[in-house]
């Protein structure tokens, strides 16, 4: 191991030991720590001219916070986002940092304002996630990691320029250096003019780098691409890493050094760019975890992932999002993470809200948090159920979005997939019913959304092609999933046609275990398991052109 590594590894190892003690010896005094920061929040927020606005009482207890602040989503905060990012008043006494993208159409981005208050919350998860990590797996010590880009469309990366964050930017600064020392991939990839570049690079470092260690990612589909990049571009890739030059891409590249490995160019010169557990082992032989989603719609792909690395150990991720983060691993579940916002859940059987300690195994809810980005009670859009419960803290299991689909993170909403429906320009004859999302869309194991639709007198090569294009322009207006197609996690939307559609579609929702008089026809499904072929011939399928 080189002594980098070592110094890194050691220095941040002890660094963050002190918050994984105190997260689990405040495990037993949950309610006191939630509502001290309660108490904290309302003082910084109470001060400021937004706080006045709503008469914030600094001395409110939990139980009146919740009667007198009502419950948000992102609309509730957008005027007053848009105008503290042209200098306006802040939502809360704390200077902001960066405003962070998330979801939202290419026109209308939602922005987040990362204040040091806000990044000090998330260090308070990050710590005591990266103490027990080091605890738990001690060969990750042995080598460099790589830990995945916030990434952005290529389409976006000029208008984004400066807020392409990768996840290091999560840390305090200080433990940022530490943990720079132990990176495989140098942060100045996310530079390139696009995705593909991006990735190209990424590859690059990653291939030369035979100490990698952890390879922690959010989608498990991000790394799958990412190796069906690795066998596609293996010649390509052999060329820069024996020559120590981008080629063709260096123009993209040009703020981006090129790795120099003759040794590891001559492994890939030699695969057969065959996708097998025994060359990556060869590869990365010292690889000893990866991290990724591995719930809800997830699972099918982390599966995947794990069968080609079987000797590697897999840990998944909690909910972090980039309102804030709810839980994060430890110990073999996934708990709340109490001492970084406050949080609140709503029962998602009865609607009501509850604090955090008085949670019950096996009840569904969704969270409402109030963070240091000045976001107040803000409901978000996932359901989780509480498996566990370590002292008064509650663990959950992530059941997937409350509000729409998310097969690899592009979040869609049944609203905005009817409404990209509705403004369809269909023939005569065809009536669209429902996007249905699929583990494998197009038959070669790929995820992705197919629109069912009914045509009366049939319908042509031609018009089903029309009609997907136009529902995939629609979708591309949507900020992750434009990213998901970007980064080939997704493939492009497929359009079937029958005569007999609709009766086709309540059969199969029926033989689901449906009951009859229940069934209807909604704007956006996800059937898990769910075969194309099983429910229409695939001659029938036409996609994209």
């Given at each position: 191991m080189s002594l980098r590594y070592s110094l890194g590894h050691g220095v941040l190892s002890r660094v963050v030991a002190p918050a994984r003690l105190a997260f689990e010896h405040q495990c037993q005094d949950m309610e006191s720590v939630q509502r001290r920061?309660?108490?904290?929040?309302?003082?910084?927020?109470?001060?400021?001219?937004?706080?006045?606005?709503?008469?914030?009482?600094?001395?409110?207890?939990?139980e009146q916070y919740a009667g007198n602040m009502p419950e948000t989503g992102y609309d509730h905060w957008r005027a007053a986002i848009d105008e503290q990012r042209l200098g306006g008043a802040s939502l809360i006494a704390s200077p902001v940092q960066r405003y962070q993208p998330t979801s939202g159409s290419t026109s209308a981005i939602k922005w987040l304002p990362y204040?040091?208050?806000?990044?000090?919350?998330?260090?308070?998860?990050?710590?005591?996630?990266?103490?027990?990590?080091?605890?738990?797996?001690?060969?990750?010590?042995?080598?460099?990691?790589?830990?995945?880009?916030?990434?952005?469309?290529?389409?976006?990366?000029?208008?984004?320029?400066?807020?392409?964050?990768?996840?290091?930017?999560?840390?305090?600064?200080?433990?940022?250096?530490?943990?720079?020392?132990?990176?495989?991939?140098?942060?100045?990839?996310a530079s390139a003019d696009s995705s593909e570049d991006s990735r190209f690079a990424t590859l690059a470092w990653l291939v030369a780098d035979e100490s990698l260690a952890v390879m922690s990612v959010w989608s498990p589909t991000f790394a799958l691409t990412m190796l069906d990049d690795l066998s596609r571009w293996r010649d390509e890739l052999a060329d820069c890493l024996y020559s120590g030059h981008f080629g063709a891409r260096a123009g993209s590249l040009a703020g981006v050094r090129c790795p120099r490995a003759v040794q590891r160019a001559a492994m890939l010169r030699h695969w057969d760019g065959r996708q097998s557990a025994a060359f990556y082992s060869i590869l990365w032989p010292k690889l000893a975890l990866i991290s990724a989603w591995d719930t809800a719609s997830a699972a099918v792909w982390a599966a995947k992932l794990r069968r080609l690395f079987p000797a590697v150990?897999?840990?998944?991720?909690?909910?972090?999002?980039?309102?804030?983060?709810?839980?994060?691993?430890?110990?073999?579940?996934?708990?709340?993470?109490?001492?970084?916002?406050?949080?609140?859940?709503?029962?998602?059987?009865?609607?009501?809200?509850?604090?955090?300690?008085?949670?019950?195994?096996?009840?569904?809810?969704?969270?409402?948090?109030?963070?240091?980005?000045?976001?107040?009670?803000?409901?978000?859009?996932?359901r989780l159920r509480v498996d566990h419960l370590i002292g008064q803290v509650p663990c959950f299991t992530f059941l997937g979005r409350d509000d729409g689909v998310d097969l690899v993170g592009e979040k869609l909403s049944s609203v905005l997939v009817q409404q990209i429906i509705d403004q369809l320009d269909c023939p005569v004859d065809v009536q669209p019913l429902t996007l249905l999302a699929l583990d494998n869309s197009n038959g070669k194991g790929a995820p992705g959304y197919v629109l069912l639709a009914e045509a009366i007198h049939g319908s042509t090569v031609m018009e089903r092609r029309l009609l997907a294009r136009?529902?995939?322009?629609?979708?591309?207006?949507?900020?992750?999933?434009?990213?998901?197609?970007?980064?080939?996690?997704?493939?492009?939307?497929?359009?079937?046609?029958?005569?007999?559609?609709?009766?086709?579609?309540?059969?199969?929702?029926?033989?689901r275990g449906m009951i009859d008089g229940n069934v209807k026809i909604e704007p956006l499904r996800y059937w898990p398991g769910m075969k194309l072929t099983d429910m229409v011939p695939d001659d029938t399928l036409q996609g994209v052109a």
């Open positions: 920061k309660l108490s904290s929040l309302l003082r910084a927020v109470a001060e400021t001219p937004f706080g006045r606005r709503r008469r914030i009482d600094p001395d409110w207890s939990f204040t040091k208050r806000f990044l000090a919350e998330l260090d308070q998860a990050i710590c005591p996630w990266l103490g027990d990590l080091y605890q738990s797996y001690p060969d990750i010590r042995g080598g460099s990691h790589y830990w995945s880009l916030s990434w952005v469309p290529t389409s976006m990366r000029k208008e984004l320029k400066g807020q392409i964050n990768d996840d290091m930017k999560l840390l305090s600064a200080g433990k940022r250096l530490l943990a720079s020392m132990t990176q495989s991939v140098p942060e100045t990839v150990a897999f840990q998944g991720k909690g909910l972090w999002a980039t309102e804030g983060v709810v839980t994060f691993p430890w110990q073999g579940h996934y708990p709340l993470a109490f001492r970084s916002h406050v949080y609140e859940f709503a029962d998602a059987a009865t609607g009501e809200v509850l604090p955090p300690w008085k949670l019950e195994r096996s009840q569904e809810v969704v969270p409402l948090i109030s963070t240091g980005a000045g976001l107040l009670r803000y409901r978000m859009s996932d136009q529902m995939e322009d629609g979708l591309l207006e949507s900020f992750h999933y434009r990213l998901a197609r970007d980064l080939g996690q997704l493939a492009p939307v497929s359009v079937v046609c029958r005569e007999d559609m609709q009766q086709c579609y309540m059969s199969y929702c029926q033989k």
